[in-house]
């Protein structure tokens, strides 16, 4: 019997590194996490080091979180991102090349006598981590608020869910923004925030390099608001 397009994409993960595929799957879903025996948990704080990756009886590498009690495979260690089942072996099988990016399942659905068409959901895949920024204009205020709004965004998948959610994103888009660090959600007056980098083109043509100088963030609308509005910060009223 020939194998299904799930054991191909599993099998090929399982020859990307000496842990089963989990280092590969880890670093694209997770940044920087290193899969050991013994590690803090990549999908929420951890400070017990409660997460194993293991290879069982039947010399099958799998995961469990202690904290948790939970435990599986690579399909189940890529729902820890915020997919279910059938977006998480999909998005295996996209990674490892066995069925094309954006090759899900047509879906369905009946408006008045129409019958409209739509692709399901594509997952990209999410980055280790986005290049350095050569240089910043950001003013020590603004970086540092949106450096702790960064680190708040990373230390949860939960967050980053919701986040993808609350916005109607796919959760890769929102997997792949956190990871380049282009979203933030900063405090700003006492609020959680999402926030959008600001950056600019620094320098002259064959020797340009991107500078950031800011970030836009959304602010809750007021009872006499109908929507919500965004502040670029730093500003000249607040910040000088």
């Known amino acids: 019997m020939s194998a299904t397009p799930l054991q191909k994409a599993l099998a090929w993960f399982g020859e990307r590194?000496?842990?089963?595929g989990f280092r590969t799957a880890g670093k694209a879903l997770f940044g920087?996490?290193?899969?050991?025996?013994?590690?803090?948990?990549p999908h929420r704080e951890d400070r017990e080091a409660s997460f194993s990756v293991y290879r069982n009886e039947r010399e099958e590498w799998?995961?469990?979180d202690f904290g948790t009690d939970e435990h599986g495979g690579l399909v189940g260690f890529a729902m820890l991102a915020g997919m279910d089942e059938k977006?998480?072996?999909?998005?295996?099988?996209?990674?490892?090349?066995?069925?094309?990016?954006?090759s899900g399942r047509a879906l369905t659905r009946r408006e008045g006598r129409k019958t409209v068409v739509r692709k399901s959901p594509v997952i990209p895949t999410a980055t280790?981590?986005?290049?350095?920024?050569?240089?910043?204009?950001m003013s020590h205020e603004a970086l540092e608020a949106w450096t702790e709004g960064?680190?708040?965004?990373?230390?949860?998948?939960?967050?980053?869910?919701?986040?993808?959610?609350?916005?109607?994103w796919p959760l890769g888009w929102a997997l792949h923004a956190a990871d380049t660090r282009a979203i933030s959600m900063p405090l700003y007056h006492g609020e959680r925030t999402?926030?959008?980098?600001?950056?600019?083109?620094?320098?002259?043509?064959?020797?340009?390099?991107?500078?950031?100088?800011?970030?836009?963030?959304?602010?809750?609308?007021?009872?006499e608001?109908?929507?919500?509005?965004?502040?670029?910060?730093?500003?000249?009223?607040?910040?000088?």
């Open 150 to 168: 960064v680190n708040h965004l990373a230390r949860s998948a939960e967050r980053v869910q919701a986040l993808a959610d609350f916005r109607g």
């Open 128 to 137: 280790a981590s986005a290049e350095p920024v050569k240089s910043s204009g």
């Open 194 to 223: 999402i926030a959008f980098l600001v950056e600019t083109p620094d320098g002259v043509r064959g020797g340009m390099e991107m500078r950031r100088v800011g970030f836009h963030c959304r602010l809750q609308p007021r009872r």
């Open 87 to 102: 977006q998480a072996s999909r998005w295996l099988m996209e990674q490892s090349g066995v069925i094309p990016c954006g």
């Open 17 to 20: 590194d000496e842990m089963g």
């Open 225 to 240: 608001e109908k929507r919500a509005s965004w502040r670029y910060v730093p500003n000249l009223a607040e910040h000088g």
């Open 32 to 41: 920087g996490w290193e899969p050991k025996r013994c590690c803090r948990a």
């Open 62 to 64: 799998r995961f469990k």
